[in-house]
């Protein structure tokens, strides 16, 4: 174990006091100089250890410095069981598509959004076709980027450096870990009616409803670690929550997505948004107990 009483000998070098500072010089044996101090080589390895933890603490404050969080003991408890149901829920759709059982539901539901005994016609007037596009397009990357450069912005200039940092990794994470299952599973495209929106990747799961997801339960979280009413903070998740379904459904609607790709993606999406907010609640929470200490 590394003592500073038995390993550091403060000692200055032989060099003029005008230079105003200790000069690093060889020692002997088991002996390192280094900053005008001794250090025992042996515990090199000690000291090593002792500068990661230093680094690895201050980023952890850096993150968290400027987010609020909400119950000390109720949240992360809520937040647990959101990743796990999300997880389970994505999973046994992804299990169920891979084996081609949930085809039979997909087409089911994917055709109550249209005219009966005419597919290729979406269900309402034609301006609802408009709207769709729309409100799809609150969940497309442009827009996204868009808002998560405003929001962020807002934090760098008030100085919550950690709370920036959070909305980005937590959405570019998400965005990264759309593409990346959307390349695994290479589902294809709804073949039943033509596309009413351009798309150019593959269908699972849907990229708008999962980074949707996201991106505003994310900015909802950190909204909600300011806010002290319960009825504003049930007010920020409801809307949250609200625009990832409205945009998800409008995939459905436009035919570019089956009603699994949507569902998994939502699942994913809360499950992923939970497990950023929870790793953030517990670098605060460690943070504050070394504070109090």
Excluded at 185 to 206: I, K, Q
Aim: hydrophobic residues 50%.
């Amino acid at each position: 174990m590394f003592s500073p009483e038995r390993d550091l000998i403060w000692r200055p070098a032989a060099v003029p006091l005008s230079e105003r500072h200790w000069a690093a010089f060889s020692g002997s044996g088991n002996e390192l100089a280094l900053g005008g101090f001794i250090i025992n080589q042996k515990d090199k390895g000690a000291t090593r250890r002792m500068a990661a933890e230093k680094i690895t603490s201050s980023l952890a404050e850096w993150l968290v410095r400027g987010v609020r969080n909400g119950s000390v003991h109720r949240l992360p408890v809520l937040l647990m069981g959101v990743v796990t149901l999300g997880l389970f829920a994505f999973i046994s759709i992804a299990d169920e598509m891979a084996e081609g059982e949930i085809r039979n539901i997909d087409e089911t539901l994917f055709l109550l959004l249209r005219v009966p005994g005419d597919p290729s016609t979406p269900l309402g007037p034609e301006w609802l076709q408009e709207i769709a596009l729309e409100v799809t397009a609150v969940g497309g990357f442009p827009l996204i980027i868009l808002t998560l450069a405003a929001v962020t912005g807002f934090f760098i200039v008030t100085k919550r450096y950690g709370a920036a940092l959070y909305a980005v990794l937590s959405v570019g994470s998400g965005a990264l870990l759309s593409q990346t299952l959307k390349q695994y599973y290479a589902r294809p495209r709804p073949d039943l009616v033509d596309h009413l929106d351009n798309v150019h990747t593959l269908s699972f799961p849907s990229g708008h409803a999962l980074v949707t997801t996201v991106a505003y339960l994310t900015l909802a979280a950190l909204v909600i670690g300011y806010l002290d009413d319960r009825r504003a903070r049930a007010y920020v998740l409801l809307v949250a929550i609200f625009v990832a379904v409205l945009v998800g459904v409008s995939r459905v609607y436009l035919g570019v997505h089956w009603p699994s790709d949507v569902a998994a993606g939502w699942a994913l999406g809360a499950a992923w948004a939970s497990f950023s907010w929870l790793i953030v609640h517990f670098l605060k929470r460690n943070r504050n107990l070394k504070m109090g200490s």
